[in-house]
Nanobody, 125 residues
């Protein structure tokens, strides 16, 4: 089992930045790829970004490339999502998720085994 706890959400003005953190416990953090997803009110949960177990490879939703940056610090058992130039449409609950680094496939929601409780990000116009 891996336990994930997100933090760093909050209220920010459009154009501002936030850095979300995902703290992991329970298993060896570097055994897992990490993904970030978000869910806006009334909408499906969407893929945001993912990073492989070593941090050597990253993937992003096409619409977010250039504004969001995913990273991890395996020594601290923590992954991060830096969000710049935030827009009102970025308002959502942001979730981090983990899956075995042995998984081979796309970054779909069902491919992740462990989820955090989410952190709210609200961007005001």
């Amino acid at each position: 089992q891996v336990q994930l706890v997100e933090s760093g959400g909050g209220l920010v003005q459009a154009g501002g930045s936030l850095r979300l953190s995902c703290a992991a416990s329970g298993r060896t953090f570097s055994d897992y790829d990490i993904g970030w997803f978000r869910q806006a009110p009334g909408k499906d949960r969407d893929f945001v970004a993912a990073i492989n177990w070593s941090g050597g490879s990253t993937w992003y939703a096409d619409s977010l490339k250039g504004r969001f940056t995913i990273s991890r610090d395996n020594a601290k058992n923590t992954a991060y999502l830096l969000m710049n130039s935030l827009k009102p449409e970025d308002t959502a609950v942001y979730y981090c998720a983990a899956r075995s680094h042995l998984y081979r496939g796309g970054y779909s929601i069902p491919s992740f085994d462990y989820w955090g409780q989410g952190t709210q990000v609200t961007v005001s116009s």
